[in-house]
């Protein structure tokens, strides 16, 4: 955004750490941009974040 920075993380932040916040933002932002708002799911695993994709996928494709 006009060359400045959104974000500023505390010294000694691990880049991993870094990564998935920008990451998670970068998505959350092509949502919204999409006219449509964000809803955060927590999961316990990725099988359990693999099944609620399978199941928005089916659910999406009947519409």
Do not use: C, H, W
């Not at 927590?42 to 659910?59: D, H, M, P, S, V």
């Amino acid at each position: 955004m006009d060359g400045k920075n959104l974000l500023n993380f505390p010294r000694g932040t691990p880049s991993l750490v870094k990564e998935y916040i920008s990451q998670d933002l970068a998505k959350t932002f092509a949502i919204r941009e999409g006219g449509n708002e964000p809803l955060i799911i927590e999961t316990y695993g990725r099988g359990e974040q693999a099944a609620i994709g399978n199941f928005l996928k089916k659910f999406r494709a009947k519409k």
